[in-house]
């Protein structure tokens, strides 16, 4: 299966065993053909996609019928966008529509935790890719019953490099009988270019794919038969695993803009072409602390490098890099002349990481820089001044307090400068880098960490590297319209759109006026526009492209979205009155957004509800994604001790104190690596633990010099779990990446300076984490994982292993390989090993027996490699 940060992922329907929670959401691969289950059968699949000036209104609609004799469970699953709200979910039953109403997010969480106090489990379901969020539903289906899932979302296309982009990711894993994907795009202003890409498109499948389009609109159809689905003729596997992507843009005309009118509500897109780039006076502030050692320095010298060849010969720029301190490239501000560029890139290949953070100090050295150019009169007239700070941690050296960072910062740059912030990876607050940079007329953007990093980097650069306007204001007569949008934008940029939207007063003129001024490099532009409001209105006529007051709806979801972006750097009392506004909006129009929740009702004997939350960007370890608060079984609990704060964030998962976790029963306690997802029916309750791949960066000593390296387990909590209460910005932390071919994890942050930690404790199932922290040398001197069922203790350490069993321990060295049987009953390895340094542990099931588990020890990757040795245990 791709990585889900490919773009959104349509898997409606995963089959699986009764009293199971069939493919694991959060292991992200494929469930190996020996453990699909037949019975559940998607007999239909359609996804209708009507875009209408921008505005996407998507359903996606998948029936199934269980073909079995006993009750099997199915799931649906789907990947939308981030930027997308959920309006409505529903699963038809034998006729009986079960619907999803959503509520405040506070009126839901009652709901919810009224069943956790009556003893009923709750759990949290998040996934999430660079682009999407998952959503996952999953209801018992009886023998011949069939289920309807209509789930239905909205978005606005933004404009990104001069194309918008509607994606979906196609992956039924089975044969489906009727498949059908429609996207209808109308667009009043003209479709000037129009493409189609998919990463699984075979000359079959090139077959059941057909495109109509005119000037205004255009019909996408995917519609593959059996045979075109299948692989090839001999194999049952479907061939549609990856991204269906859409691609187009607008006719522009010479005042630059469209105003559109539908229903009483009007819009306003903005992107006028043939303007001259504003000179720009860029200040690349890159972190090379010791986190950054590796791929990351590398990657970000690459892009360093190729975003250095493309600055404009009108230019001028600069490089701060810091680690414990913040060091300039040059005094002043260089002309991007080929001279400059050449040398700037000399010094950019030979950047290294060590040390700690110290983000305060080379933001305010970034500032002084373009201070110190303007009152010498270097910078020119009109031109841009621009900040891009690239930082994959939290602030570890000099001024650590990142409330602090941000005032000073804000007040260094007093208004006069753009700020961007790029986080790379998952170590860093992104919360932190957000409200720092929408404070100073920025915005933040991730950087995954992956193998086209430096690809991401670039790609950024070129969204801001060409301003085209200053200062761009939209105004309209104040007699004609109201309730408007953000209408004030500090910068306007090659291959984007400003969007303002609002309404129309009951006694509007005939003809709707606007205004749009702003600065060039050297003169003042004013553009002005009119729009009838008869013939716009007569525009949306048309039934088959157009879905009801989408207008009203575009506006609406614009303004949340303004209004949630504008909480990030809100005062307290202005952020209640920020979010009452869009909370008002998001229950009138049936928005599920980060304040409000969907409440997804079951039939009866099943769960009675789950909970569906908007994820939002957070700081700490990484980004929430779609949440799903189930109501029904069994509850356990995880926790940590007194010194961890455990914060599951990644691409999915939960955040708070360590004062406890609910979380659901249905896969069985797994501790390790990714890893295929194996049947919850097991003759005993631990034949499947793993602790792979654990000691190499556990136990391994950090350079000295890198300050804020985080010490890194690689365990497995389990992912259904709720949030208690908001991370906070902290380090060091400990990162335990959850199961499956994904770079998902959970984070613990460690409070106290040293000494035991208990990682990980589930009552229920009998399993305990527990390690030994020194804060001084950023380590784990050992880990400790201790069953109840049967009783047995393993701890390792540098030095060696122990493995106590009915009151009797045995100590192993290190070698290459400690394989290791143990049964119920006990056991002693025949002979002892011994390893060097880092080791590498692992728990599976043994083969030879139902009712033991095997241990393997071996070297860290990188050690001398030889055969391993495998020892039978008696």
Not at 720 to 725: A, D, G
Request: proline residues 7%; aromatic residues 8%.
């Amino acid at each position: 299966m791709p990585s889900p940060r490919d773009g959104p992922y349509l898997s409606p329907i995963l089959p699986a065993p009764a009293g199971s929670w069939g493919e694991s959401s959060w292991n992200n691969q494929t469930i190996p053909p020996s453990l699909v289950q037949n019975d559940i059968n998607i007999y239909s699949l359609t996804v209708d996609s009507k875009v209408s000036s921008r505005f996407a209104h998507t359903v996606v609609t998948s029936r199934v019928v269980n073909k079995g004799s006993a009750v099997q469970e199915a799931t649906f699953q789907m990947e939308l966008p981030k930027k997308a709200f959920i309006t409505n979910f529903s699963m038809i039953i034998d006729g009986v529509t079960y619907p999803g109403n959503i509520k405040e997010k506070a009126a839901a969480q009652e709901q919810y935790s009224a069943a956790v106090a009556r003893g009923e489990s709750a759990g949290l379901v998040r996934a999430t890719g660079r682009k999407t969020e998952q959503f996952q539903v999953a209801v018992s289906v009886a023998p011949a019953a069939k289920v309807t899932f209509e789930l239905v979302y909205e978005e606005l296309l933004a404009r990104h490099l001069g194309v918008y982009e509607l994606l979906l990711k196609i992956q039924p894993q089975q044969l489906v009988k009727h498949l059908q994907m429609d996207i209808h795009i109308f667009e009043p202003q003209g479709i000037s270019f129009l493409e189609t890409e998919s990463t699984f498109m075979t000359n079959e499948l090139a077959e059941a794919l057909t495109i109509s389009q005119n000037k205004t609109k255009a019909h996408i159809r995917f519609k593959p038969t059996l045979s075109q689905q299948q692989k090839s003729p001999e194999q049952q596997e479907t061939v549609l695993d990856g991204n269906f992507i859409v691609r187009y843009d607008v006719n522009r005309t010479v005042t630059g803009g469209s105003i559109q009118i539908e229903n009483g509500y009007f819009v306003h897109y903005f992107a006028p072409e043939g303007l001259s780039a504003i000179p720009k006076n860029v200040i690349f502030v890159i972190d090379t602390s010791g986190s950054m050692r590796g791929r990351k320095i590398q990657q970000t010298r690459e892009a360093l490098i190729k975003i250095l060849g493309d600055l404009g010969s009108r230019d001028q720029f600069n490089l701060v890099s810091f680690s414990g301190e913040a060091t300039q490239w040059k005094k002043g501000l260089l002309p991007a002349s080929a001279e400059n560029v050449e040398e700037a890139k000399s010094y950019a290949a030979k950047i290294h990481a060590q040390g700690g953070t110290n983000i305060n100090d080379a933001m305010l050295m970034a500032v002084q820089l373009l201070e110190r150019a303007n009152r010498e009169e270097l910078l020119p007239a009109r031109s841009v001044t621009l900040i891009i700070l690239l930082t994959d941690g939290d602030p570890t050296v000099g001024e650590t307090n990142p409330s602090k960072i941000q005032k000073n910062v804000r007040e260094a740059i007093d208004g006069q400068h753009s700020l961007f912030c790029l986080g790379f990876g998952f170590d860093v607050s992104y919360a932190f880098l957000e409200k720092m940079a929408l404070e100073n007329g920025g915005l933040a953007r991730r950087i995954y960490e992956d193998s086209d990093s430096a690809l991401q980097l670039e790609d950024f650069y070129q969204e801001v590297a060409n301003p085209l306007l200053r200062l761009v204001a939209f105004e309209y007569p104040s007699n004609a319209v109201e309730a408007v949008t953000q209408d004030n934008f500090r910068l306007f940029f090659k291959g984007s759109e400003l969007v303002v939207a609002g309404k129309l007063r009951d006694q509007s003129p005939d003809v709707l006026s606007a205004k749009v001024r702003g600065q060039l490099h050297m003169e003042n532009v004013t553009f002005v526009m009119e729009s009838r409001v008869a013939e716009q209105e007569a525009e949306f006529l048309s039934p088959k492209y157009i879905f009801h007051s989408f207008m009203e709806r575009l506006w609406a979801y614009l303004t949340i979205q303004q209004l949630l972006a504008q909480t990030v750097s809100a005062s307290d009392a202005e952020k209640k009155a920020l979010e009452a506004r869009a909370l008002s909006l998001s229950l009138n129009y049936s928005f599920v957004t980060p304040l409000t929740s969907m409440v997804i009702t079951k039939p009866e004997g099943q769960e009675q509800s789950q909970v569906a939350e908007k994820p939002v960007e957070n700081g700490g370890c990484g980004h929430s994604s779609f949440q799903f608060h189930s109501v029904g079984d069994r509850t356990s609990r995880l926790t940590g001790g007194s010194s961890v704060d455990p914060v599951f964030s990644h691409r999915r998962g939960w955040k708070g104190q360590a004062q406890g976790f609910e979380k659901m029963s249905y896969l069985p306690p797994r501790l390790g690596p990714p890893g295929p997802l194996q049947p919850t029916r097991f003759s005993h309750p631990f034949s499947r633990i793993t602790l792979d791949r654990v000691l190499p960066e556990v136990l391994s000593v950090p350079d000295e010099t890198s300050h804020d390296m985080d010490s890194r387990i690689i365990g497995t909590a389990r992912p259904e779990t709720i949030p208690v209460v908001p991370a906070r910005i902290q380090a060091p932390s400990v990162i335990l990446p959850l199961p499956g071919q994904s770079v998902d994890q959970l984070c613990v942050d460690l409070k106290h300076s040293q000494g035991p930690v208990k990682l990980l404790s589930d009552p229920g199932q009998g399993v305990e984490v527990t390690g030994h922290y020194e804060r001084e040398k950023a380590r784990f001197s050992w880990i400790e994982v201790t069953f109840k069922h049967p009783p047995l203790q393993v701890r390792a350490s540098l030095e060696h292993i122990v493995v106590i069993r009915n009151r009797q321990s045995s100590a192993y060295k290190w070698k290459e390989t400690l394989y290791s049987t143990v049964y119920p009953l006990g056991a002693v390895p025949s002979k002892p090993l011994a390893c060097a340094e880092s080791p590498v542990c692992s728990l599976s099931p043994s083969p030879s027996a139902e009712t033991g588990f095997h241990l393997i020890c071996e070297c860290a990757p990188g050690e001398p490699e030889g055969s391993p040795e495998k020892l039978p245990v008696s």
